[in-house]
């Protein structure tokens, strides 16, 4: 018989008061013994609406069922064979959107915790057991994967076991993407990152860092180098900037520069070779979960205040809910319907406030969210020493720039195919936020995954004929 309580079980937190000054993970994984009792909450759904919900199609209630048996490797290899990256996947992806929206038991109550669950898998099989290479008649065909994000790292995997040469080309000095250099230690340890990458590593998938592509190599120089084949998972990494005055005033950052500084180069620590400034009082504009993630960074690096400044209401924030409540619990003061108009600096060039409008909604606007209009006369000005920038971001235009017949958008992202990823250039494939622009995790993956069955077809008919 399933056990019918209405509500998940309980996942540990660390206390709020004591979380805001450390980066040490802030959900703590179930034990065994809870994940068994919450796998039991599933009725193992003939439809499977669940799986409907995920991008990359993983059997929930295959899994769940050997969860609720005790057989917890068997559960893993039932994950993993269509996510690559399940530790990850279960702490970030959105499952309240995702898998967890379709479950049948959110109907009544709460859904299953897939997402708990997922990561009670991946953490207890990491913890316990090594994972077994496949074994796989190698190719010599070699692709080239460009970023090792969630889309390059996903694209790669799956054309590893499917005996490909892959080498993935990588800008940065360490492999992850926003995994390592955007989403902050408390909410995704870059252990856990890392450990996942190695199993790639054990596929046989080789890693350069430090490559630019479109500096050390082009996408043409590839081609002509025998690759048969290139995936471009670049990210979405450019800034977007508020262009008011005062953006270039010192104590003013990109919320990328900010996380980069604090996630990849452990800015928090004291020896860190990267520092950034401590700041008293900090305001970051923006309503998403990179704002969420500057925010709550800057409190645990000891600021005595942080605002979070958007110009909606909470309702249209697009940041989970759940980040937008640990933010809260952490003490962050989140000022809704409020715009920045300028920012202001002191003679020496360091910032020193922020002048901002009340804004009010109107109707909505083309992305269906009710427009904020300013209100008359409103601006006042709230005094403070740091301003981070976390309104969005965009493809860097370098790969553009160097590949010849690569066709990009109005906003830069590169335009393919939303099956196959086949974009206007031969051989050439692209997924994640190159093309979507700044999205989830678990889409990037899903991208990366339509993309190397796609490249495999292509190869497999003589590099032809891919769309
Ligand atoms: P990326 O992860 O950006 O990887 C691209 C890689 O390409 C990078 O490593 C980059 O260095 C490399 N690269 C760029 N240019 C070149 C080049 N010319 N040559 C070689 N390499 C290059 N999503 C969620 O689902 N849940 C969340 O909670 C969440 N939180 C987020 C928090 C933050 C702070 C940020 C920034 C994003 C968050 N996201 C979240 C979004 C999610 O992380 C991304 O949508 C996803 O990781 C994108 O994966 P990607 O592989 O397309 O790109
Ligand atoms: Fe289980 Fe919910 Fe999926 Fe049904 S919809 S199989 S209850 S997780």
């Known amino acids: ?9 309980e996942a540990n937190e660390q206390p709020a008061d004591i979380r805001r000054h450390n980066f040490k993970e802030v959900t703590l994984s179930y034990d065994k013994e809870t994940a068994i009792k919450e796998a039991n909450r599933c009725l193992n759904c003939k439809t499977r609406p669940c799986v409907s919900g995920c991008p990359v199609n993983v059997n929930i209630p295959e899994f769940i069922e050997a969860v ?50 997922e990561r009670f898998v991946a953490d207890y099989f990491r913890e316990n057991y090594q994972i077994e290479v496949p074994k796989i008649d190698k190719s010599s065909d070699k692709v080239a994967i460009l970023g090792a994000g969630a889309a390059g790292l ?12 892959v080498t993935v080309f990588e800008a940065m000095h360490v492999a992850g993407g926003v995994l390592v250099y955007g989403i902050p230690e408390f909410r995704l340890p870059k252990a ?7 199993g790639l590593v054990k596929l046989g998938v080789k890693i350069e860092t430090n490559m630019v592509i479109g500096k050390s190599y082009s996408i043409d120089d590839l081609l002509e180098m025998n690759y048969k084949a290139v995936f471009v998972g670049t990210g979405a990494g450019l ?32 020896d860190s070779s990267t520092p950034i400034m401590k700041s008293k009082k900090v305001a970051v504009v923006g309503g998403g979960n990179v704002a969420m993630d500057a925010a709550r960074c800057a409190i645990r690096m000891g600021a005595d205040e942080v605002h979070i400044i958007y110009r909606r ?13 640990h933010a809260k619990q952490e003490g962050i003061i989140i000022d809704i319907l409020t715009n920045p108009v300028q920012i202001i600096g002191d003679e020496n060039g360091w910032v020193t406030g922020i002048l901002c409008a009340k804004m009010e909604l109107s109707e909505p606007d083309e992305s269906g969210r009710r427009r904020p209009v300013t209100i008359k006369d409103s601006n006042f000005l709230i005094n403070l020493d740091t301003v981070i920038i976390a309104i969005g971001t965009s493809p860097n235009p ?10 990009v958008n109005k906003k830069g992202c590169i335009v393919s195919n939303e099956q196959t990823g086949a974009t206007s250039k031969i051989g050439v494939f692209a997924g994640g936020d190159t093309v979507t622009g700044a999205a989830t995790v678990i889409g990037a993956m899903g991208a990366g995954k339509k ?17």
């Open 239 to 270: 800034p977007a900037f508020l262009n008011i005055d005062g953006e270039n005033l010192n104590g003013v950052f990109s919320a990328n520069e900010y996380l980069t500084r604090i996630n990849l180069m452990k800015a928090y620590k004291e």
């Open 313 to 325: 209401s909470e309702k249209e924030m697009p940041a989970r809910v759940e980040e937008i409540e």
């Open 68 to 117: 609720a048996k005790g057989d917890l490797k068997q559960a893993y290899y039932i994950i993993t064979k269509t996510n690559t990256l399940p530790a990850v996947c279960g702490r970030v992806c959105p499952q309240e959107l995702q898998c967890e929206s379709k479950c049948v038991r959110g109907i009544k109550g709460e859904s299953v915790a897939i997402g708990r669950l």
């Open 154 to 165: 996903t694209c790669a995997s799956d054309l590893a076991k499917k005996g490909y040469d």
């Open 398 to 407: 370098l790969i553009k720039n160097t590949t010849k017949g690569l066709d």
């Open 1 to 9: 018989m399933p056990d019918m309580s209405n509500k998940k079980y």
């Open 451 to 467: 993309a190397a069955e796609a490249i495999d077809e292509y190869i497999r008919n003589g590099c032809k004929n891919e769309q």
């Open 192 to 198: 856990i990152v890392q450990n996942e990458i190695d």
